[in-house]
């Protein structure tokens, strides 16, 4: 029960010492000469510095000469480089990475200029390309994902199962701080009582859920993973309280009538660059005059969203295949260009993402053996938390950014 249960497409043939040395030059790595196989995460010193241990230099350079970021993501499922000095457990192993990738995200942010050469090279044109999100492209990359099993996502999300970033302005507890995220979502959505409400890309229903016993909103979700559909509805069968709560396995494509409340929570990020425009389209014609959308949004600055786009690393591959990241100033340009809509408010989550990505991993690190026990194997294992620890760092040191939005129609068109 894995994504790829053979990991056939995993061989590849070691290099020697010599183009070992040539990549690890090219990559800007270096050794210490004392303790063969690590890798520095600074030069500021041997104590306190975050480190990687090369374990396999082989097979390490080789996937990185061939496949780049795939590459080095591929290693690490393979056990070719490893955090710390190599024998730590797997929580505190990643902890280390975490902690090297922060160090090293002027590396991260400058990689643009890798991409360059890559093409230069051929690289780029080799590497695999993702499924484009049609309907039928849609479906085939979320259920890469979310059609994991409701049980899996247990194992390491709060008791609702909201599988967003949570807000710990001021909660500390994983629970409160999913709820106080939702809450502001419904503020920034103005869901109220007797509003109707669309979520698009409901999850397993948390929001959906709230909207209906705690606003007392008509809440209509929508997905086009299976198994969160089949999850939702047997959820919502149970809803007691003032609002109502239905779901349906569509496409936002394919939506019709008039909301009050639109609410989009790291939706956004799966629908494509391609589609970016559509998409918006969809939900200013899906919008009431008077209403309101909240998107919560994992986003890239401006610059690096452009020179990511087009780019294949092992994220897409492993863990969100067909996924792109905006920018705000990208979402903006096109609400201008294609739309009557504007964002109208505009908060930053980051530091919590981070905080509930090191949740989220601390919790799956705590419990592999039922993650084994689920059927998965240990490179699936591996390539879970390195996802949640890549994640974590780039929220910590703002290389990736996240955003709560409220989206209205324009008041000069209004």
Known sequence: MTLHSDWGHLRIRPVGPLVQALVFTAFGITLDKSRQGLVRGSERGRHGVPTLTVTNPGDFAA?????????????????????????????????EIVDW????????????RWNEVASQLGWRWRMPRGVPNTRGGARRNVA????????????????????????FSRATRLKEAQRDKMDAILDLAEVREGATLLDIGCGWGGL????????????????????QFDYCRARITDIAGPGTATVDLA??????GVYHSITSVEMIEAVGSAYWASYLRELESLLATDGAIALQLITFPDGRMEQQLGNYSWVDRYIFP?????????IERILKRD?????TQLRRLSASYA??????????????????????????????????????????VRYLDVWQCQIKRSADLA
């Open 208 to 227: 959906l859920v709230s909207a209906a016993t705690r606003r007392g909103a008509h809440a209509t979700g929508i997905t086009v993973s299976q198994r």
């Open 355 to 396: 905080k509930t990505l090191r949740m989220w991993r601390h919790r799956f690190c705590a419990r592999l053996e039922e993650v084994r026990d689920q059927g998965f194997d240990d490179r699936f294992i591996r390539i879970w938390a390195l996802y949640l620890a890549y994640f974590e760092a780039g929220f910590r």
């Open 322 to 330: 067909g996924g792109e990241l905006p920018s705000i100033p990208a």
């Open 251 to 256: 496409d936002y494509r394919d939506q019709s």
């Open 144 to 167: 890469l994902h979310y059609d994991l099993p409701p049980d899996f996502f247990r194992l390491f999300l709060d008791e609702d199962l909201v599988y967003s970033c949570a807000d």
């Open 101 to 112: 990738l922060a160090v090293y995200a002027g590396k991260l942010a400058s990689r643009g």
């Open 339 to 343: 739309t009557g809509l504007e964002i």
């Open 63 to 95: 996937r990185l000469l061939r496949d780049g970021n795939l590459g080095f993501g591929e290693a690490f499922i393979q056990q070719s480089w490893r955090g710390g000095d190599g024998t730590a457990s797997l929580q505190a192993e990643t902890d």
